[in-house]
């Protein structure tokens, strides 16, 4: 039945509106992909300025010292006399806090993730996410103060001669920080598997533990080697925990119970000291600084190639 009047007005829309809709439309997709697109430029700009800034200055060090020097050398003192430039000191002592971050919070942080994802109620869900985000958002120099105020006090009960600075303290509290990156990234690779992997595993009479264990870990294990590459890349980065609680001694030791110094340590110790610019101990805070940058980059790449390389899809 043809319709007239103003209800047929209403129902047809005029060309002229049409057009001018189409044009907004329009300006606003190319204003959103320019800012979008700004973003990115920015994001590079900064990579590409760090990466120069570091390499410029690292370039002066490496024109007075060898770089085979720097990578194997056993000695690392580039202020006192005589002067050595072993980086391995830092290295070492940089590893060694990581591993017992990651022996701490790889088990743990994982743990979280298949409790939160399989077994926790809404209820525990509602307590239990919020606190893992206060975690997170503690301060670093908090944990450091915790690590040498309360942890290491407790540990030397156990360990009679353990100094009051070392690594073992502060790779346990680290260990601490970073928990809710592991289980937070893990738990949201085990949410996205498909509930019909489960509900098969459970039609097929498997249990809550093997369908958790069996069935959900395997399908995000990409996810979740991600998530432990990202969370151990933010422990070799992490600076005042291990500035304040690891100690100020570079020393090519696998003791956790000994001082050790890490490299983001050196970088603040020396930072905060009178070193002349443009001298070459001042040098030393950049070709330290570009090699911890090449360490975090390539695990940022491997996490990469992990997720790539046995990412499931569904």
């Known amino acids: 039945m043809k319709e007239y009047g103003a209800e047929?007005?209403?129902k047809t829309p005029r060309p002229g509106l049409t057009g001018r809709y189409r044009q907004r439309q329009a300006?606003?997709?190319k204003i959103a992909h320019g800012l979008i697109f700004a973003c990115a430029l920015v994001s590079i700009a900064t990579t590409i300025g760090i990466v120069v800034s570091l390499l410029s200055q690292a370039l002066g060090f490496f024109g007075e010292v060898s770089l085979w020097e720097f990578l194997t050398?056993?000695?690392?003192?580039p202020i006192l006399v005589p002067r050595s430039f072993g980086v391995l000191p830092l290295v070492v002592g940089t590893l060694l806090v990581t591993v017992i971050a990651a022996a701490v919070a790889m088990p743990l942080g994982l743990g979280t993730a298949i409790f939160l994802s399989g077994y926790a109620p809404e209820s525990a869900r509602r307590?239990?996410?919020p606190a893992l985000e206060v975690l997170a958002g503690?301060?670093?120099?908090?944990y450091g103060y915790f690590a040498i105020t309360l942890v290491s006090p407790l540990l030397q009960r156990v360990f009679l001669d353990m100094l009051i600075f070392n690594a073992l303290s502060a790779g346990l509290v680290m260990g601490l920080m970073i928990i809710p990156m592991v289980s937070s990234l893990s738990e949201d690779a085990m949410l996205a598997v498909p509930r019909s992997l489960k509900e098969g595993a459970y039609a097929l009479g498997a249990t809550r533990l093997e369908v958790a264990l069996r069935v959900t870990v395997p399908a995000a294990l990409s996810g979740i080697v991600a998530a432990f590459i990202l969370a151990l890349s933010r422990a070799i980065g992490e600076t005042m925990l291990v500035t304040i609680a690891a100690g100020a001694t570079p020393r090519m030791t696998?003791?956790?119970?000994?001082s050790i110094q890490t490299m983001t340590a050196f970088i603040v110790q020396l930072s905060l000291g009178e070193t002349p610019r443009g001298s070459l101990e001042y040098n030393t805070i950049f070709a330290v600084g570009f090699l911890?940058?090449?360490m975090t980059l390539m695990m940022n790449v491997l996490g990469h190639w992990v997720v790539r390389r046995w990412q499931?899809?569904?």
């Open 312 to 314: 499931e899809r569904y």
């Open 254 to 258: 696998i003791n956790p119970l000994e």
């Open 138 to 142: 503690i301060p670093t120099v908090v």
């Open 73 to 77: 050398g056993s000695r690392w003192a």
């Open 292 to 294: 911890l940058f090449l």
């Open 8 to 10: 047929a007005q209403l």
């Open 27 to 29: 300006l606003e997709g």
């Open 127 to 129: 307590i239990i996410k």
